[in-house]
């Protein structure tokens, strides 16, 4: 199926997503891929369907949507594998327009090098780009990128892109224990983000079983971390850590809304005093979720803050 959905997506709320390359092929082969290891190897662009099967299946699934009055708030390229591999993106982003819906495409960032791959995102409404690391060293033990492609250039196209596109822009920023998830990398990808102003960082952990066995997900402490200085220079930052929290919506039962805020994002102890004292409720239902192991409570520089603990284990 190369059109799927709407499913339901976080970020993205109602997403109908388009898978128009094969799988796997990509620029990268990181190492926590929830599709395994990449079979093919790739930096040159190429045609893998014709633009209008691609757009004929979408629009064939939108009518099916609307016949069921199911909304969708984004039509997604999400592949298995870089969508900007597709040489037609662009094409098919200007084909799909006049359907209405607002156009997101999730991409490694990989050949934001390549001034065609740039313009041809300049068409969608949503772009995610990932920033893993920006020591070269680490984005090549964490993405295991193709031999031809040249770090600095990348991270080059992504400031360029970032300055030119009109749209919303995401970053997004896979902690793996023991290789991104230290404190100077994290310092110095905020200060890369922070170069680029999107309107949303996340911070992710691998939630699915990864390419590599070996691989686990940063801590919670290293994740907070991550947090605190990213927010320290952007803003905007968000986790993306296997959770469907929601800050926004509160169900008046205060766990729930404790765990569902604190998936998204750490919150501090005013926050959750805050919170407690607008429920009516008391310190006791915190002491309760860590108990039951499932909030964390974490120090960052002499303040405390309370986390949703993460699943024990990711993998089979
Ligand atoms: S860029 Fe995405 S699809 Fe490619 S290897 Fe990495 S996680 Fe997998």
Known sequence: ?????????????????????PPKICTYSCVYCQLGRTIEMRTKRREFYPPEEIVG???????????????????????????????????????LKPLGIKIAVISNASLMWREDVR??????????????????????????????LEHEAILD????????????????????????????EAERIAEFL???????????????????????????????RAYQ?????????????????NAFAFTGNVEDDLLSITSVHPMREEGVN???SKAGSDWGAVERLIEERRLIQLEFRGKRFYMRRLPSRVGP
């Open 119 to 148: 313009e041809d995102l300049m068409g969608a409404d949503w772009v995610s780009m990932k920033v893993d690391a920006v020591t070269e060293k680490l984005w090549r033990r964490v993405n295991r990128p193709h031999g031809a």
């Open 194 to 224: 922070a170069e680029l102003g999107p309107d949303k960082a996340y911070v992710a952990i691998p939630t699915r079983p990864p390419a590599e066995s070996w691989v686990r997900p940063a801590a919670e402490g290293a994740i907070n």
């Open 229 to 245: 200085i990213f927010e320290g220079k952007l803003g905007h930052v968000e986790y993306l850590i296997g959770y469907e929290g």
């Open 274 to 276: 805050a919170l407690l």
């Open 157 to 184: 196209g992504m400031r360029e892109f970032a300055d030119a596109f009109e749209g919303e822009l995401a970053t997004e920023t896979m902690l793996i224990q023991g290789l991104n998830d230290g404190g100077e």
């Open 57 to 95: 299946e979408v629009e064939e699934q939108v009518d099916k949507a609307r016949e069921r009055d199911e909304r969708i708030d984004y039509l997604t390229f999400v592949p298995d594998g870089e969508p900007t591999l597709d040489i037609n993106i662009g094409r098919e982003i200007e084909l």
């Open 1 to 21: 199926m190369r059109a799927y959905g709407p499913v339901p997506s976080r970020r993205l709320g109602r997403s109908l997503g388009i898978n128009h390359i």
